[in-house]
């Protein structure tokens, strides 16, 4: 083998590697996972532990609405990046403003229940070990869909105005990875607050 | 005319240090970030090291008033803190920025404006950190600086017993660098499996690079918890919330538990890149390729998984069922093997190898010695019962301090003088790095050796003074002594740093006939790092090029 043969370089045709976006959201996601994770713990071990009232089972009622909402929107937003990819914007605009309509209609409803909770039930952060852990593992991730929200709602502008083409598939992905995570935790937030919890 | 040439350079000069600052300020380089970092963290270094030094004066002898207690818990505070966060951190994903693309053959890191971000928030956190001594008195007799220790334990961190808004600055500077070092984390990720030159699979990355790998992922999965703990706290002071209040139902040990879940994983994040720089120094001063890099990475790896599971060992002496002191034990024991085959690759790689003990390779021996040392009181601290006995004491400041300083402080001076000629374009002195080298490793020595005895004698750690008669003075005395040899050793380094670097020789491309790909590029690189993509065949791609007729790739 001489000295120059091992310069040259490789055929970059043969050289495939992840793409980085995806491989950055999903460390993105594993970080995030580990903050809900302490979130849920800290729930979970304080279910039953308020000195005082009032209790999960007197306050809270099983958003059903809203928990549809954002599971549908999951499969909206993979509709809509399906469209794109194939070249149909009409149909991914569609899509891409259901699914934002829908995470609105679960935030919406989040909005309701803490409405309800703290002025017709004065029931707040402050109030107990429940509350505690209640409004900020709710709210933790309802933050989440308020960002996942602006990123739709900045994706559906650039789309009115023409701007997304179908070789912006691989970023719009890379979004929706979010959205989907936003949506997966919201099965054990929902499972813990809802069904364990209470 | 004689007088308008002398005023146009210098003219144009001043106008050039403008445009320098606003370069460095706004810049995505990785180079020049990875440079910011280590700037930074040395100066952290230097008042974390005052810090340690005022400690010292005030524990030479018993009895001593030279500081207030309040001073004191401060010092210790601010010093670990900083130590952690804004000194280890910042000064590994330094060398990491600055090394990581140049091996893997890059451009740059995989998102350079993201990673701007990273290095901003880390250094606001830090300066946020100390703001508190500006602004964290609101309170008379609250205290200006955060004093409830680096792990501040609850309820020690709540509003009725840290008045006023020093917890607070602590509280947020570890949020706001908690963000920087995720994101940071993220990008050594992307850029790892996303940007690597044509031929370099995994199994052919330098160990560096894999190293960086795991430790990015390490920084997920640990500094996480800490940034979701310390929203609780911030909910706890700020929004009334009782996650840490005992009076409302509330637990203190879970606040142990969040830390340390953090906590302990943060050792590794800290000290596999130091791994890292022994792993790429030990072979080219051995002349021999690495022993055992399959084995390397496995162990690497499997320290990383092994090290999520260890955090309560932290809390032995706080009272846990037996089947999670033996977990706890076992797990914590279990370390020590990957860690182990790792001892031995570097020593099977210097066995046999024609060794050149340049200064890193000083550095790197030093390393090997007490960091053996500092794992070994490691796990005899992992054995629960023993550490019934020693939780608290001086023997623990001892251990860690070990690691921290004969393991990642050693191997950091390592790498300094392995690329400083890369990264400058001039060699460190070697008669200077020997001096340094020697007076660290005796100022070492005698600090942390003689650490053990009074901690085995009963003397805990924090206590601001203690009386005469206990026999703990002349092992705390030799221990201040050594402090002055430490920072000797420091003074030197800097020295040659300056002076290297305005006079020192020219260190062209490649001064330790290294195999790895920075070393073919120029000293310092340019922008844009390789004027062509490298292509590699095999881990060493440098020895490939120098020696055609028996190539690595041949092997491998």
New interface residues.
Partial sequence: ???T????????A??E?????K??MG??I??????????VV?YI??IG???SGPTPREVLRVPIVGTICLLSSSFTMHWAIAALRKGRSGAFRAFWFLTFLLGAIFIGGTAIEWHHLIYQENFT??T??F???Y??LVG?HASHVIVGLIGLAVIMILAVLGKIRPEHTERCEVFSLYWHFVDAVWVVVFTTVYIVGR | MAASTDSLPRFAARKNALAVIYEWLGTADHKKIGLMYIVYALVFLVVMGVEAVLMRIQLAHANSSFLSPEVFNRLFTLHGTTGVFFVGMPILFGFGNYLVPLMIGARDM??PRLNAFSFWMTAFGGLLLYASFFAGNSVAQAGIAPDVGWFAYAPLTATAFSPGHSTDYWNLALLVAGVGS?SG???F???I????C??MTLSRMPLLVWMNLVM??LV??????L???Q??LL?DRY?????FDPQ????VV?WMH?FW?FGHPEVYVLIIPCFAFISEIVPVFSRKAIFGYPAMVAATTSIGFVSLGVWAHHLFTIGMPSYGNAFFVLTTMVVAVPTGIKIFNWLATMWGGRIRFATPMLFAVGFLFQFLIGGLTGIMLATAPFDWQLANSYFVVAHFHYVIVGGILFSIFAAFYYWFPKMTGRLLNETLGKWNFWILLVGFHLTFDTMYVPGLLGMPRRIYTYEAGRGWESWNLITSIGVIFQGVAVLIFVYNMVWSYLRGPLAGNDPWDAWTLEWATTSPPPEYNFA????V?SRRPLW??KH??D?DS?YE
């Fill in positions: 083998m001489s000295a043969e091992a310069n040259i370089p490789l055929g970059e043969a050289w590697l992840p793409s980085r976006g491989v950055g460390s993105l594993v970080a995030e996972s580990a903050i809900f994770t302490i979130f800290a071990f304080y532990k308020s000195l952060i402050q107990n070990l509350g505690t852990t409004y900020s933790l | 995989a998102y995720i984390g993220v990008n990720i992307a850029t499996l996303g940007l690597r044509p031929g990015g992922g997920l999965v640990t500094i996480s918890p940034t979701a703990a929203l609780m909910a929004l009334g919330a009782h996650f409302a139902g509330g637990s879970m969040f879940i062509q993509t490298p292509a065949r490939d090029i055609p007729e190539p041949k």
